[in-house]
Each structure stands twice: as C-alpha cells, then as structure tokens.
C-alpha cells in the first residue's frame, strides 16, 4: 500500500520493506530478506543518503542476515560504518556507541559463538 501511496523510494516504503525483510529474515529465508534489503540499502543510499536512519537500519538488518548465512567478514563490514555513522552524524557519546556497537556484534556473531559453545558442552 505504501508504494502505491507513497511511492517506492519513499522513506515510510523503504522502512516498510526493511522490516518485512527483517521477518523473512527471522522466518529462516535469509535469501528473500538478503534480495529485499540489497534493494533498500541501494535505494536509500541514492535517495536518502548513507546517514539517513532508513539506510543505516537496512544496513544493520542486511548485516545480521550476512551473519545469519555465515558471511562473517560480509556482516562484520557492513556493520562497521553503521557505528561509525551513528558516532560522527548523531553525536553519541563514547558510551552509547561502544554499547551499541557491542551489542550489534553481538548479535552479528551470536550463531557462531552458540557453535562454538556447542562444540565444548
């Protein structure tokens, strides 16, 4: 509806789109999720920019659906400007990036530390 409405590099249809991604994520198809939010990042980086909120959660969720297929190195690049973004362009303080950058790891490589832990029980 919101692409009909609004139009489809609209930032309510790109957030729109990320987040039914993020359920086809957690749904276990992360190619279907992977496809959709290729196109949003693209998307809101042309239009909106790199610092823009819709681009940088797009490319959050698109980093833990890299984690999800096993694509450390793919997450782990993706992520890192996220961070680095929300710290210059929103003036967090030191503490509310660390914590979030550690808590977006985190989640990032919660697949692999649960198989390691697996491998020691």
Do not use: C, Y
Not at 33 to 55: C, N
Not at 103 to 109: E, I, Q, R, S
Request: glycine share 4%.
């Amino acid at each position: 509806m919101s692409k009909a409405a609004l139009g489809p590099e609209h930032p309510v249809t790109l957030t729109n789109i990320a987040n039914l991604a993020s359920i086809t994520r957690k749904q276990g198809q992360s190619e279907e999720a992977e496809r959709m939010l290729l196109q949003v990042v693209e998307t809101s980086r042309a239009v909106l920019g790199s610092e823009q909120f819709v681009t940088l959660t797009s490319m959050h969720i698109l980093a833990l659906t890299f984690s999800d297929q096993g694509r450390w190195k793919e997450a782990e690049e993706l992520e890192l400007p996220v961070t680095t973004i929300l710290d210059t362009i929103l003036a967090w303080t030191r503490e509310q990036t660390l914590t979030r950058s550690v808590v977006n790891m985190a989640m990032l490589f919660r697949p692999r530390l649960w198989e390691a832990i697996k491998k020691f029980s």
